[in-house]
């Protein structure tokens, strides 16, 4: 589904990503790790258009973004939880999550129907849906991210770093629902500091050091590797 073959991106003098290929596949979890400034948010970017790439290509469906704005990767069916949430907080729940839909014509029955899905997947968000966002806690919020990226009815979802500042309860009950989205045969590429968690729900995963992929393979395998344990995971 997704193909990224020799990316590079930059900022100014700084090179964020030093040819990174990776692919993801349809009903896949793949997980990136990788510690702080690795580049894992600059990958995302690229993918959903917010970073312009120096180098290198993405595809979609076999199709180049190169020349594909971020607004038509989200009809294309790519959708983001961006890393920290970024959630509307002067508006609702309810109004967060229906600008995760923006691209149907408001009042669309598709999108009450959806609204349903996301307060099944959230039972929090139902008892929360006229409340401003910004009184959510930041696990809710983080919920909430990911519901409106689910509103837009992706076919690639994009999570970057949920676990960002939760405390663990809450971090077990986020991973729960990416367990659940996966059970559902939700295509995710899933950018995690919490290398352990995102390596126990993952198919395979990527380890970006410094810009560049320093392995990959099986999710199982990277998490019984030494030098994964040691360098991401605290273990010996
Ligand atoms: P973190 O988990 O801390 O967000 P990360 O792996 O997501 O780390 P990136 O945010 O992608 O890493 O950053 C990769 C590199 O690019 C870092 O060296 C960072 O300082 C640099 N960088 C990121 N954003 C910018 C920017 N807007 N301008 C300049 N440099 C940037």
Redesign the pocket.
């Known amino acids: 589904m997704l193909q990224i073959e020799q990316l590079a991106v930059n900022?100014?003098a700084?090179q964020?990503l030093k040819g990174v290929s990776l692919t993801v596949a349809a009903g896949e979890v793949v997980t990136l790790i990788?510690?702080?400034?690795?580049?894992?948010?600059?990958?995302m970017k690229a993918i959903s258009g917010l970073e312009p790439c120096a180098g290198g290509r993405i595809a979609f469906d076999g199709q180049d973004l190169a020349r594909t704005p971020a607004h038509r990767r989200v009809a294309l069916g790519i959708a983001q939880s961006p890393?920290g949430r970024q959630v509307f907080p002067d508006q609702s729940v309810r109004d967060n999550l229906l600008l995760g839909a923006y691209l149907r014509p408001a009042g669309d029955a598709s999108i009450a129907a959806d609204l349903e899905e996301q307060f099944t997947t959230f039972p929090r968000l139902r008892e929360r849906q006229h409340q401003m966002a910004g009184t959510l806690s930041g696990g809710e919020q983080q919920m909430l991210a990911i519901g409106r990226a689910l509103m837009a009815r992706p076919r690639l979802l994009l999570l970057d770093?949920p676990s960002l500042g939760l405390a663990p309860l809450i971090v077990k009950e986020i991973f729960a629902v990416i367990r659940t989205l996966k059970q559902r045969g939700m295509t995710i590429l899933l950018?995690e500091?919490m290398a352990n968690q995102a390596l126990k729900v993952a198919d395979r995963a990527y380890v970006?050091k410094t810009?560049e992929i320093a392995s990959s393979g099986p999710a199982q395998a990277l998490l019984e590797d030494p030098a994964v344990r040691e360098a991401y995971l605290g273990k010996h």
């Open positions: 900022y100014g700084i964020a990788g510690g702080n400034g690795a580049g894992k948010s600059t990958l890393e770093e950018v500091q970006l810009g």
